[in-house]
């Protein structure tokens, strides 16, 4: 899977029409501009439109010392006004101007997080980082003698090459807080230490409800007991929630087997101090549109089904949620149908999806199926696909049902791979299915409100991306084996973050994983039923 993500973006030529004096030439040509780099310790993001590299270094890369490998051009004879390869100090924005057919300008600039903390014994609540000011404070209780602590962790600079000066097992007195030397990379911080007294014991900090678990967050002293107490709105008896994880004066559970839609009651507690009482309320329970595939009709085309039915009695039925590749290998005829409803042989109801991988004229396509639309059909070189539906709920697993009969590769369905990826001629197939949720806007990946992730199947630089920085969740499996029984596969969902809602989902299967790189095998078949979003 590429690990960046690079939208390429065609600029068309903007032709300037009005009065220009003749001894003034126009300026026609394409822009010049970067298509790609590539550097050392760092992930490069490219921003076609506002002309930005952001390179998102290593915790360990120095932001002062970026060394970059290799960079690429629209078009050639784009030369830049300073040396864009080898090491380049990115501490500040670095301007750079492209000279082409049309010139350009550009800015350089480096993002990094370097994971930094401070705690003592008998800490209460989490510590606060002032990396501007090179200031750390934490907090003990105010029956703590603040000239006998300890150091019980430190980190103010990348792991594996910061030094401190005294040692942090040297440090004892915070009555006056305490100064300590950081260096790394050759230069030295000062910062300063404090230790705050407080009265106040345990404070709840947040309760994020999803639909059927919420998770809890509260500040006490490390090393004492604490927890958290949970009932229903209007019972009498509270709950102690298990599996309270303490880290430096921070701790967090999850309550389980919450009911969706329902006032809950929750409280903190640290020894025999107790929070005030906070509500929350659950969210809702949806499922995914036609999961079962037993919804579709020819009324998107004449060659192909189609997962809905405008003349359907159920309102969310009526209009396309899933989408296939139908659209773009039907272009030379019907029987080149990738993607249709299979009504004899299901795991429920009365019908289910079946997708059927082969080699279609010239160009190798996977059977697919996937939430969001076909866009268009590019040439004979490829197609354009958005993904997602709109989404705000947090499942915990995506299950189904499957079958799956794994064809082996040939060499003319060959067609490429992403880059570590060892799959030869002879190799089984791989069947994928895989889900994501995130806060993609269709503005930065080029799709439609609705469907903002647009794909370019010429474009490896479009390729979604599942450690992207819009992706909150994701999860997939993989098979390069027969399924010959109908089988209930789940997929539990990776989050990133507890705190932050998506906005669309993006559910996709595909008989061939590679079908994007127009790899797989023309054997290959997936039957799929009864999708169903666990909460």
């Not at 750390?136 to 602590?149: D, E, F, H, M, P």
């Not at 594996?160 to 440090?171: A, H, Q, R, V, W």
């Not at 009651?265 to 079962?292: H, K, M, R, W």
């Not at 040939?410 to 994501?436: F, H, I, M």
Request: aromatic share 10%; charged share 25%; net charge negative.
């Amino acid at each position: 899977m590429i690990k960046r993500i690079i939208i390429l973006l065609s600029l068309a030529v903007t032709v300037l029409a009005g009065c220009i004096s003749n001894d003034i030439p126009a300026v026609s040509g394409k822009p010049a501009s970067i298509v790609e780099m590539v550097a050392e310790g760092a992930e490069v993001t490219i921003d076609q439109t506002r002309h930005i590299v952001v390179f998102n270094l290593n915790e360990s890369t120095d932001m002062r010392n970026v060394r970059i490998i290799s960079v690429t051009f629209n078009t050639d004879g784009v030369t830049p006004d300073i040396p864009l390869e080898g090491p380049i100090d990115l501490s500040s924005p670095v301007k750079v101007t492209l000279h082409g057919e049309k010139d350009s300008f550009w800015t350089l600039k480096a993002e990094q997080n370097i994971e930094m903390y401070f705690s003592v014994t008998g800490q209460v609540g989490v510590s606060r980082i002032d990396a501007v000011n090179h200031r750390a404070i934490t907090q003990v209780s105010g029956s703590v003698n603040r000239k006998t602590l300890s150091i019980s962790s430190l980190k103010l600079g990348p792991e594996g090459l910061t030094s401190y000066s005294p040692s942090p097992d040297e440090i004892h007195d915070f009555s006056n807080g305490q100064e300590i030397d950081v260096t790394f990379h050759g230069r030295t911080e000062t910062w300063s230490l404090f230790v705050e007294q407080t009265e106040s014991l345990v404070e709840l900090l947040s309760a994020e409800a999803w639909t059927r678990v919420a998770w809890l967050e509260a500040s006490g002293i490390e090393g004492k007991s604490c927890g958290f107490r949970i009932r229903e709105k209007g019972q009498e008896e509270w709950t102690d929630v298990p599996d309270v994880v303490m880290e430096n004066g921070i701790f967090k559970a999850m309550a389980d087997n919450l009911s969706p839609l329902t006032e809950y009651e929750c409280t903190a507690y640290c020894e025999d101090e107790t929070t005030a009482i906070a509500s929350f309320t659950t969210e809702d329970e949806v499922q995914l549109p036609n999961a079962g595939f037993e919804t579709f009709s020819n009324a998107e085309s004449s060659k192909y089904y189609s997962f809905f039915d405008p003349e359907s009695a159920d309102p969310q039925l009526r209009s396309k949620w899933w989408g296939s590749g139908n659209k773009g290998s039907t272009t030379v005829g019907s029987t080149y149908s990738i993607t249709i409803p299979e009504t004899e042989d299901f795991a429920e109801g009365k019908a289910s999806v079946k997708l059927m991988s082969q080699y279609v004229i010239i160009k190798f396509a996977a059977g697919n199926i996937f939430s969001g639309e076909y866009y268009k059909t590019i040439g004979t070189s490829g197609g354009i696909v958005r993904m997602g539906r709109p989404f705000t709920l947090r499942p915990r697993k995506l299950s189904f049902k499957i079958k799956y009969n794994c064809g082996k590769i040939s060499e003319k369905t060959l067609g490429g791979y992403p880059d570590g990826d060892p799959v030869k001629v002879g190799d089984n197939d791989r069947g994928c299915v895989w889900v994501s949720l995130g806060t993609w806007d269709y503005h930065k990946y080029g799709g439609s409100a609705d469907s903002p992730v647009e794909i370019n199947t010429t474009d490896r630089g479009t390729f979604f991306n599942p450690e992207g920085p819009d992706v909150i969740a994701y999860g997939s499996f993989v098979t390069d084996r027969s399924i010959e029984e109908w089988t209930t596969v789940e997929i539990p969902l990776d989050y990133k973050t507890t705190t932050v809602k998506p906005t669309h989902i993006i559910v996709s299967a595909a008989a061939s994983m590679l079908g994007d790189y127009f790899t797989g095998s023309a054997e290959s078949v997936m039957w799929l039923d009864d999708f169903r979003l666990e909460y």
